[in-house]
């Protein structure tokens, strides 16, 4: 059976496929414009790689996407515009570097910039919720995994893994690349080159390992240190403060070295909980929650083909080219031409792709 998607005042039906911070964006600036697309996403929550998890005593701990600054105008445009608020990442006090196991951690200072990095009021996943929230509910549709795109005479044929087909005029995939080109069948088959290159584009996040862990007291700042470190030496390759924005929930957060990938969850937190013991003092064995999230799951599909460097192919040529007949287009992160990977991509590249497709609709 075929779904007819609703038609809008434009008389063209858009399905944007991913609900993460590109996606959202998208359908919001496309609904800011007087035009309606639904949103197909293939896992039971949106966020994408927004990902906040809420500990015990109610911290929001970031297993994804934290941080932003200056540099990123549109992101911070697109935060007062949903009345959500920023605070500075707090890195006062002393800070560690572990350069071999065998010799004491070296301590730094990192003076109060100029420039500093933000946090989202409330954790990152407040600007997902707040996208959300203008955007209709049957218009997002959850546990959607899309499998094949197929053009047709006057429009595109999409199917899913449940079954379900769709018709649509546009199609917009703020998937990573790599996910688009390894999990969804094209008919006809994108140019050769193209699928070649999508290979290829580095998939942000993709591989990394992000922990959080939640405290009732900040401790650390008791004894003067800034919760800061970077090792070459434990599991642990970085790690900030993740006290809230109040000052009223504590925890860290940070990244672990990637080759633990294979380890349980128990045993990264035990090699945890053991670094920062002997660094940090018994004061670590009161965390009242431990989490971490290896970025190579369902949520993060993408094929083996090696990234040579960071970043590439992010802003590729092919990623601004339409096909399928012009009615399929790339949006996302990995698809922005400026601060590809980040946040501020995905917002740069969801307002390209709307202006896009706002000239289309008007015609």
Same mark, same amino acid.
């Given at each position: 059976?075929?779904?007819?998607?609703?038609?809008?005042?434009?008389?063209?039906?858009?399905?944007?496929?991913?609900?993460?911070?590109?996606?959202?964006?998208?359908?919001?600036?496309?609904?800011?414009?007087?035009?309606?697309?639904?949103?197909?996403?293939?896992?039971?929550?949106?966020?994408?790689?927004?990902?906040?998890?809420?500990? +015990?005593?109610?911290?929001?701990?970031?297993?994804?996407?934290?941080?932003?600054?200056?540099?990123?105008?549109?992101?911070?445009?697109?935060?007062?515009?949903?009345?959500?608020?920023?605070?500075?990442?707090?890195?006062?006090?002393?800070?560690?570097?572990?350069?071999?196991?065998?010799?004491?951690?070296?301590?730094?200072?990192?003076?109060?910039?100029?420039?500093?990095?933000?946090?989202?009021?409330?954790?990152?996943?407040?600007? +997902?919720?707040?996208?959300?929230?203008?955007?209709?509910?049957?218009?997002?549709?959850?546990?959607?995994?899309?499998?094949?795109?197929?053009?047709?005479?006057?429009?595109?044929?999409?199917?899913?893994?449940?079954?379900?087909?769709?018709?649509?005029?546009?199609?917009?995939?703020?998937?990573?690349?790599?996910?688009?080109?390894?999990?969804?069948?094209?008919?006809?088959?994108?140019?050769?080159?193209?699928?070649?290159?999508? $290979?290829?584009?580095?998939?942000?996040?993709?591989?990394?390992?992000?922990?959080?862990?939640?405290?009732?007291?900040?401790?650390?700042?008791?004894?003067?240190?800034?919760?800061?470190?970077?090792?070459?030496?434990?599991?642990?390759?970085?790690?900030?403060?993740?006290?809230?924005?109040?000052?009223?929930?504590?925890?860290?957060?940070?990244?672990?070295?990637?080759?633990?990938?294979?380890?349980?969850?128990?045993?990264?937190?035990?090699?945890?909980?053991?670094?920062?013991?002997?660094?940090?003092?018994?004061?670590?064995?009161?965390?009242?929650?431990? $989490?971490?999230?290896?970025?190579?799951?369902?949520?993060?599909?993408?094929?083996?083909?090696?990234?040579?460097?960071?970043?590439?192919?992010?802003?590729?040529?092919?990623? $601004?080219?339409?096909?399928?007949?012009?009615?399929?287009?790339?949006?996302?992160?990995?698809?922005?031409?400026? $601060?590809?990977?980040?946040?501020?991509?995905?917002?740069?590249?969801?307002?390209?792709?709307?202006?896009?497709?706002?000239?289309?609709?008007?015609?």
């Amino acid at each position: 059976m075929i779904t007819h998607l609703y038609r809008m005042k434009t008389d063209k039906r858009i399905v944007i496929i991913g609900a993460g911070l590109s996606g959202l964006t998208l359908a919001y600036a496309l609904k800011k414009k007087g035009i309606n697309a639904s949103i197909l996403e293939a896992t039971d929550r949106p966020g994408g790689r927004i990902h906040t998890h809420t500990g +015990i005593a109610g911290t929001p701990l970031e297993l994804g996407a934290t941080w932003f600054s200056d540099q990123h105008p549109k992101l911070i445009s697109l935060l007062k515009e949903l009345n959500l608020q920023k605070f500075p990442q707090f890195s006062e006090g002393i800070s560690l570097f572990q350069t071999k196991s065998f010799e004491p951690p070296q301590q730094f200072f990192v003076p109060a910039g100029e420039a500093p990095s933000y946090r989202i009021a409330g954790g990152t996943q407040q600007i +997902i919720k707040a996208l959300q929230a203008q955007i209709p509910a049957d218009r997002l549709l959850l546990n959607t995994m899309v499998t094949s795109i197929k053009e047709m005479p006057e429009n595109l044929l999409i199917t899913t893994a449940n079954g379900t087909t769709l018709e649509a005029d546009i199609v917009v995939s703020c998937m990573p690349p790599k996910t688009a080109v390894s999990s969804v069948s094209f008919s006809p088959a994108l140019p050769e080159n193209v699928r070649l290159i999508l $290979h290829h584009v580095q998939t942000w996040m993709a591989g990394a390992i992000k922990f959080v862990m939640e405290f009732e007291s900040p401790f650390w700042r008791d004894k003067g240190f800034s919760g800061m470190l970077f090792s070459h030496s434990g599991i642990i390759s970085e790690m900030y403060d993740h006290t809230n924005a109040e000052e009223s929930k504590f925890g860290f957060t940070g990244f672990l070295n990637g080759a633990t990938a294979g380890y349980s969850q128990e045993e990264r937190k035990m090699y945890v909980v053991k670094q920062l013991k002997e660094l940090l003092g018994d004061d670590i064995l009161r965390m009242t929650a431990y $989490h971490d999230k290896v970025w190579v799951d369902e949520e993060l599909l993408y094929s083996n083909s090696p990234d040579l460097r960071p970043h590439q192919y992010n802003g590729h040529q092919v990623l $601004h080219d339409a096909y399928l007949n012009n009615r399929f287009y790339f949006c996302g992160t990995e698809t922005a031409t400026l $601060h590809p990977g980040y946040m501020e991509g995905a917002v740069l590249a969801a307002t390209a792709v709307a202006e896009k497709l706002n000239a289309i609709t008007c015609k």
